[in-house]
């Protein structure tokens, strides 16, 4: 089975994991509204309306790349990763080579501008990967020793140690906290296939929410009450490249599972760009305050410009040839009734296009998402709840692409 790493979807699981650790709270006017992306590298703040762009320039010596993830509960404080130039390249293969890219973790003011590193206190590797904020003074950090990838909980300066997974068991991430803090949801690429799993917040007390060998079911998070795990499944022996998905929910014990699309129709393996700038990760489906589902729906025999190799070995965790003139289709924003099944399309566009992660601020009726035509960089786009009023945000920074939007808390 192709093991699907954590690496590459860090940014996509640092946004999703922060969605349980913040209360948002009202705010008078969707200008005030502001949102996260990335974009060459960098983190960017923009006002829902397009203004007010704003590159947070860190200026530290050796960060290369700089990520945002959870947020403290106090909505102001933001945990961020940088990354040194990564160790793997040419003749370097990724998987011996990458998790030796030394990592920083970070603690971010937004209203005092002050960057304070983290978990330096009896640090073990020089790869640490932020994947939950358990509360506002336990993280936990994903550490491979030995290249045995295991979830360490620890206070916010590195102190007081505690396994989370165990060594051996496979790779655990996906992270996601309940919204009353007290079970862990997550995923553990394991010798018997990729399973979903809930624990207490110290690890223990497990329950296996889903598990088969011919399927990989990926990605949990909770429902807004609590109630509901939603993750994907995808059937990988059919899909070496995992770019399609259906959508699941099930109850936290592991019962009521229930398959609420069909025919793999979950856009899963987002790939984008060209041979000079390409980009891609996991593309997650979202809950709304509704406890409905947002997902990118394939439009009938959709293909990618990005053709997966699966005869040949990956070397950099991307293993794809540009073949430009076999894609075509796209996807839509859709909105999913769990209770119901019914589909509401929220998006749509003549030709067709790539619509994809698309998140709804909780505190106004505003979606966000990201669309790019074939051979493009992503651009930034809001849309209302109800699929109206589409508005241009952002191609990012000279143009380069923008992504993995996440709505900030707001006074």
Same mark, same amino acid.
């Given at each position: 089975m192709h093991r699907r790493e954590f690496i590459t979807d860090l940014v996509s699981f640092l946004g999703v994991a922060a969605t349980g650790c913040t209360s948002l709270r009202k705010s008078a006017g969707s200008q005030s509204q502001r949102l996260f992306f990335t974009s060459a590298g960098k983190t960017c703040l923009i006002h829902a309306d397009g203004s007010g762009l704003e590159t947070l320039e860190f200026?530290?010596?050796?960060?290369?790349?700089?990520?945002?993830?959870?947020?403290?509960?106090?909505?102001?404080r933001v945990i961020f990763l940088s990354m040194e130039a990564r160790r793997d390249g040419p003749g370097r293969p990724f998987d011996q080579f990458y998790t030796l890219t030394p990592t920083h973790l970070w603690l971010y003011d937004l209203d005092r501008k002050s960057l304070t590193e983290i978990a330096t206190r009896n640090r073990e590797e020089a790869f640490y990967t932020p994947q939950a904020l358990v509360s506002d003074t336990r993280i936990l950090v994903q550490v491979p020793r030995s290249k045995l990838g295991q979830v360490l909980s620890m206070n916010l300066d590195g102190s007081d140690v505690r396994p989370f997974t165990r060594p051996g068991e496979g790779l655990p991430y996906g992270f996601s906290v309940s919204p009353d803090h007290q079970r862990i949801a997550f995923h553990i690429a394991s010798p018997q296939g990729y399973q979903i799993w809930t624990s207490n917040a110290e690890g223990g007390d497990r329950k296996l929410i889903a598990a088969h060998p011919d399927h990989l079911y990926f990605g949990p998070s909770w429902s807004p009450d609590g109630e509901w795990l939603m993750f994907q499944d995808c059937l990988f022996k059919n899909d070496p490249g995992h770019e399609a998905?259906?959508?699941?929910?099930?109850?936290?014990?592991?019962?009521?599972?229930?398959?609420?699309t069909e025919g793999q129709s979950q856009w899963f393996a987002a790939?984008?760009?060209?041979?000079?700038?390409?980009?891609? %990760?996991?593309?997650? @489906?979202? #809950?709304t305050k509704e406890r409905h589902i947002l997902f990118s729906r394939r439009l009938p025999g959709s293909r990618v410009a990005w053709e997966y190799q699966a005869n040949r070995p990956d070397t950099d965790h991307f293993n794809r040839d540009w073949k430009p003139e076999l894609a075509r289709g796209g996807t839509e924003i859709c909105k999913l009734n769990p209770r119901t099944r019914e589909i509401t399309r929220l998006t749509h566009s003549e030709p067709s296009l790539w619509d994809f992660r698309a998140a709804e601020c909780s505190s106004?009726?505003?979606?966000?998402?990201?669309r790019c035509a074939v051979g493009e960089s992503p651009a930034l786009w809001t849309i209302n709840s109800d699929g109206s009023g589409e508005r241009l945000l952002s191609h990012g920074?000279?143009?380069? %692409?923008?992504?993995? @939007?996440? #709505?900030?808390?707001?006074?």
């Open positions: 200026n530290l010596p050796d960060q290369v790349t700089w990520q945002p993830g959870p947020f403290l509960s106090d909505g102001k998905s259906d959508i699941c929910i099930a109850r936290p014990d592991g019962t009521e599972l229930r398959v609420l790939t984008y760009g060209n041979p000079e700038h390409r980009g891609g %990760g996991s593309n997650m @489906p979202m #809950w106004c009726k505003l979606i966000v998402f990201c920074l000279d143009k380069t %692409g923008a992504d993995h @939007p996440r #709505w900030l808390p707001v006074a």
